[in-house]
């Protein structure tokens, strides 16, 4: 159990959500209780005092496991299980510690509609659900994985999150706790987290709503809390309090996937996200404004914690919210927080604090908070009635999400609307970093300048995505733009410029050379802090090609390969190595090995259907890249591919009915468009040609493809 003398705060890290503890204080019923789950039956139960649980393992035999350490204490609790080489692994059998009366008290599995067995990376003992890696960084305090020779030899401060956690060393603390020295207002801490000391909030009564008596200068707090509280890879360990996020984490912009086009949570993504999109964010809000980190409690119960910034008598009343008071509807969280449930049993709320927007809905297809509760009405019905209520004067400026969303799937405008976000200071960072990501794939004069100005944002997260978008540009340019980034003050975007233009094989000039030595060696150290992973020796084996070192790349992608056989990067990289060193043969039985361990990826089955074709054999490789088209017939790339041998093949109608079909289903993709245009017109289509084009045109005017083809000219009105 954590304590800390000095603030009295005894026992503060065993009340913490996070707790992670020994198996003696598990909540689970190990009474030799049963479940079944897809005709595997668990069994929990107890042995000489110690936990254990009989369930499908590795081999997906069934076997007796120890319970070593349980994680979490509400609403659900985890439970882990050590396997060969230091592994911790968490079972995906929990135990729902809600009351008997809320439907807890029961054990229940965390993928309840997937078939998952020991195959699948999602299986208990698979990578996906290490401790070491995938939990232990946030549920634990001062983590060192210790990862080396194929196993791990994990140590921590503290198996709970302590208070060092995010306060950092507390040696100093500790002893100014015995004599205290008014003189020193830190206390001993290695960081102050002092951005709200000092400074209030007052409410306007005009607009009912509170501005901040001082800026926020700083996001310190925000981003010892993001450390754990936002989707993010790691790369460096030893986090403390006050130092740059960037320097040991890379957080997740508005991925698809992961966030729905208009930024609202989709897949776990733990709020620091969806946080950074909302005007609270903007207006200098900190977590600690409406959280109480110490006590897990908010600042007020109910709407008066939002009351602290917002006047109650204009927005906690039925003029504003139009619900019954104290009913669900009148509770400002459910309209500007809507949950989102994961792990089965875990709702959690929405931090970008949006006014419900149903129209959206409408336009995007995403969700919107009034449907969320009133689940037997539409989208449509939802609008008409904010509409009614708020009038003409409501809410319906032009939203971020439209600008994604046709980014996401090529539609008209997409360029121009993600070109606008780019260029708007005003918008969220996160916005503008994911706007950059998407801007990437539609080339332009326009794009790159305005990508090639986001190099000097004041956002590391916005450098970070302007660096990346550049490994499109041509060599030559790529080393000039990127030089300067290589002395960012953030590691991560410094690693990022070594490592594009590494990538790109040009490297900066004489007087660089010694900053993009530096930073290639900070992502190389990166790299071998995760080495338990696959993609760090897919990374490695890159970089040791791009050194023009064959035997390193070889070894690295195998090593990938040996730390999962299912991770298809690393096989098509290998066979690719192959065939540049001219053994195709060996680089077709690796991706034919991939396709056995990955289930029939279809990435794999295009990358076999090149391979072959290069060898000739057009009829085996036409197999291959239609199996791969129909497994995603939305991937644009494998349309394309498969499109182009089939007109190879001589079948020009069907690679044109193939190009078509995408384009209705995924959007304008540029290679789609742009090879149905070829297609037709040598169909001598030319009509046809010229609206592929024009289809390429209202997604991106601004291509230069467009500029070596006369587009037909429109009929007049």
Same mark, same amino acid.
């Given at each position: 159990?954590?304590?800390?003398?000095?603030?009295?705060?005894?026992?503060?890290?065993?009340?913490?959500?996070?707790?992670?503890?020994?198996?003696?204080?598990?909540?689970?019923?190990?009474?030799?209780?049963?479940?079944?789950?897809?005709?595997?039956?668990?069994?929990?139960? #107890?042995?000489?005092?110690?936990?254990?649980?009989?369930?499908?393992?590795?081999?997906?035999?069934?076997?007796?496991?120890?319970?070593?350490?349980?994680?979490?204490?509400?609403?659900?609790?985890?439970?882990?299980?050590?396997?060969?080489?230091?592994?911790?692994?968490?079972?995906?059998?929990?135990?729902?510690?809600?009351? &008997?009366?809320?439907?807890?008290?029961?054990?229940?599995?965390?993928?309840?509609?997937?078939?998952?067995?020991?195959?699948?990376?999602?299986?208990?003992?698979?990578?996906?659900?290490?401790?070491?890696?995938?939990?232990?960084?946030? !549920?634990?305090?001062?983590?060192?994985?210790?990862?080396?020779? @194929?196993?791990?030899?994990?140590?921590?401060?503290?198996?709970?999150?302590?208070?060092?956690?995010?306060?950092?060393?507390?040696?100093? $603390?500790?002893?100014?706790?015995?004599?205290?020295?008014?003189?020193?207002?830190?206390?001993?801490?290695?960081?102050?987290?002092?951005?709200?000391?000092?400074?209030?909030?007052?409410?306007?009564?005009?607009?009912?709503?509170?501005?901040?008596?001082?800026?926020?200068?700083?996001?310190?707090?925000?981003?010892?809390?993001?450390?754990?509280?936002?989707?993010?890879?790691?790369?460096?360990?030893?986090?403390? &309090?006050?130092?740059?996020?960037?320097?040991?984490?890379?957080?997740?912009?508005?991925?698809?996937?992961?966030?729905?086009?208009?930024?609202?949570?989709?897949?776990?993504?733990?709020?620091?996200?969806?946080?950074?999109?909302?005007?609270?964010?903007?207006?200098?809000?900190?977590?600690?404004?409406?959280?109480?980190?110490?006590?897990?409690?908010?600042?007020?119960?109910?709407?008066?914690?939002?009351?602290?910034?917002?006047?109650?008598?204009?927005?906690?009343?039925?003029?504003?919210?139009?619900?019954?008071?104290?009913?669900?509807?009148?509770?400002?969280?459910?309209?500007?927080?809507?949950?989102?449930?994961?792990?089965?049993?875990?709702?959690?709320?929405?931090?970008?604090?949006?006014?419900?927007?149903?129209?959206?809905?409408?336009? *995007?297809?995403?969700?919107?908070?009034?449907?969320?509760?009133?689940?037997?009405?539409?989208?449509?019905?939802?609008?008409?009635?904010?509409?009614?209520?708020?009038?003409?004067?409501?809410?319906?400026?032009? !939203?971020?999400?439209?600008?994604?969303?046709?980014?996401?799937?090529?539609?008209?405008?997409?360029?121009?609307?993600?070109?606008?976000?780019? #260029?708007?200071?005003?918008?969220?960072?996160? %916005?503008?970093?994911?706007?950059?990501?998407?801007?990437?794939?539609?080339?332009?004069?326009?794009?790159?300048?305005?990508?090639? $100005?986001?190099?000097? @944002?004041?956002?590391?997260?916005?450098?970070?995505?302007? %660096?990346?978008?550049?490994?499109?540009?041509?060599?030559?340019?790529?080393?000039?733009?990127?030089? +300067?980034?290589?002395?960012?003050?953030?590691?991560?975007?410094?690693?990022?410029?070594?490592? %594009?233009?590494?990538?790109?094989?040009?490297?900066?000039?004489?007087?660089?050379?010694?900053?993009?030595?530096?930073?290639?060696?900070?992502?190389?150290?990166?790299?071998?802090?995760?080495?338990?992973?696959?993609?760090?020796?897919?990374?490695?084996?890159?970089?040791?090609?791009?050194?023009?070192?064959?035997?390193?790349?070889?070894?690295?992608?195998?090593? &990938?390969?040996? =730390?999962?056989?299912?991770?298809? +990067?690393?096989?098509?990289? *290998?066979?690719?190595?192959? =065939?540049?060193?001219?053994?195709?043969?060996?680089?077709?039985?690796?991706? =034919?090995?991939?396709?056995?361990?990955?289930?029939?990826? /279809?990435?794999?089955?295009?990358?076999?259907?090149?391979?072959?074709?290069?060898?000739?054999?057009?009829?085996?490789?036409?197999?291959?890249?239609?199996?791969?088209? #129909?497994?995603?017939?939305?991937?644009?790339?494998?349309?394309?591919?498969?499109?182009?041998?089939?007109?190879?093949?001589?079948?020009?109608?069907?690679?044109?009915?193939?190009?078509?079909?995408?384009?209705?289903?995924?959007?304008?993709?540029?290679?789609?468009?742009?090879?149905?245009?070829?297609?037709?017109?040598?169909?001598?289509?030319?009509?046809?040609?010229?609206?592929?084009?024009?289809?390429?045109?209202?997604?991106?005017?601004?291509?230069?493809?467009?500029?070596?083809?006369?587009? /037909?000219?429109?009929?007049?009105?």
């Amino acid at each position: 159990m954590s304590s800390c003398r000095a603030c009295g705060l005894a026992g503060f890290a065993a009340r913490a959500r996070d707790a992670a503890r020994h198996a003696r204080h598990g909540a689970g019923d190990f009474d030799d209780a049963r479940l079944n789950v897809q005709g595997v039956e668990s069994r929990f139960f #107890r042995r000489d005092g110690r936990f254990f649980v009989r369930t499908d393992g590795p081999d997906g035999q069934l076997a007796d496991f120890e319970v070593k350490y349980t994680f979490g204490l509400e609403p659900l609790q985890q439970y882990l299980v050590e396997l060969p080489g230091g592994r911790l692994q968490a079972l995906a059998l929990g135990w729902d510690t809600r009351p &008997a009366s809320a439907g807890g008290q029961r054990w229940f599995r965390q993928y309840p509609d997937e078939h998952i067995d020991y195959r699948d990376e999602l299986h208990w003992t698979g990578r996906a659900q290490n401790w070491n890696f995938m939990c232990a960084d946030c !549920h634990s305090t001062d983590v060192r994985k210790g990862f080396d020779a @194929d196993a791990f030899a994990t140590r921590w401060s503290e198996i709970s999150v302590g208070c060092e956690a995010c306060h950092g060393p507390g040696s100093a $603390h500790l002893s100014w706790s015995k004599a205290p020295d008014a003189s020193d207002p830190s206390k001993g801490l290695t960081v102050a987290l002092d951005e709200r000391r000092g400074a209030h909030w007052s409410i306007d009564p005009a607009s009912g709503n509170a501005q901040r008596s001082t800026p926020r200068d700083s996001e310190r707090e925000l981003q010892v809390c993001a450390q754990c509280h936002s989707r993010r890879s790691q790369f460096a360990e030893g986090y403390r &309090a006050g130092r740059p996020f960037h320097d040991h984490y890379l957080p997740s912009t508005l991925e698809e996937g992961l966030y729905h086009p208009d930024g609202q949570q989709r897949d776990e993504v733990f709020t620091w996200g969806s946080f950074r999109q909302s005007r609270m964010h903007q207006a200098g809000v900190t977590c600690g404004d409406c959280h109480e980190p110490h006590g897990q409690k908010l600042r007020a119960e109910g709407n008066a914690v939002c009351g602290q910034c917002h006047a109650a008598a204009k927005y906690d009343a039925p003029s504003h919210h139009f619900h019954p008071v104290g009913s669900p509807g009148a509770q400002c969280v459910n309209c500007h927080m809507p949950a989102t449930t994961y792990m089965v049993v875990d709702p959690r709320r929405d931090h970008s604090f949006r006014v419900p927007r149903p129209e959206l809905s409408m336009a *995007l297809g995403t969700p919107n908070a009034c449907t969320g509760c009133h689940r037997d009405q539409q989208a449509q019905w939802a609008a008409d009635a904010v509409a009614k209520w708020y009038g003409p004067g409501r809410r319906q400026e032009a !939203h971020f999400g439209a600008a994604i969303d046709a980014g996401r799937r090529a539609g008209p405008g997409a360029a121009a609307a993600l070109l606008a976000l780019v #260029r708007d200071s005003e918008r969220p960072a996160i %916005v503008r970093a994911t706007a950059i990501e998407l801007l990437g794939r539609y080339p332009g004069a326009a794009a790159h300048d305005a990508i090639r $100005h986001a190099l000097r @944002d004041t956002d590391a997260q916005v450098r970070h995505a302007a %660096v990346t978008a550049q490994q499109a540009a041509a060599p030559e340019h790529i080393a000039l733009l990127l030089a +300067p980034l290589l002395g960012d003050p953030t590691r991560a975007v410094r690693m990022e410029a070594a490592r %594009v233009i590494a990538a790109a094989g040009a490297l900066p000039a004489p007087m660089a050379m010694a900053a993009f030595n530096a930073a290639i060696a900070e992502f190389e150290s990166a790299q071998r802090e995760n080495l338990d992973r696959p993609e760090a020796w897919l990374n490695l084996g890159n970089l040791a090609g791009w050194r023009g070192d064959a035997a390193g790349a070889e070894e690295a992608y195998r090593r &990938a390969l040996q =730390r999962d056989p299912r991770f298809v +990067p690393a096989a098509i990289n *290998l066979a690719d190595l192959y =065939r540049a060193t001219g053994r195709e043969a060996q680089g077709e039985q690796v991706l =034919r090995d991939g396709l056995q361990a990955a289930l029939q990826a /279809p990435a794999l089955h295009e990358a076999l259907g090149l391979a072959l074709v290069r060898q000739g054999r057009k009829t085996e490789a036409l197999v291959e890249l239609a199996t791969a088209h #129909r497994a995603a017939p939305d991937e644009p790339r494998h349309a394309y591919v498969y499109a182009v041998a089939l007109a190879d093949a001589g079948q020009r109608s069907e690679a044109i009915r193939v190009l078509e079909e995408n384009a209705r289903r995924a959007g304008g993709s540029r290679d789609v468009l742009l090879a149905l245009a070829a297609f037709r017109s040598d169909s001598g289509d030319a009509a046809g040609a010229g609206q592929a084009l024009q289809s390429l045109a209202a997604v991106n005017p601004d291509d230069p493809a467009l500029a070596a083809t006369r587009l /037909p000219q429109q009929p007049g009105p």
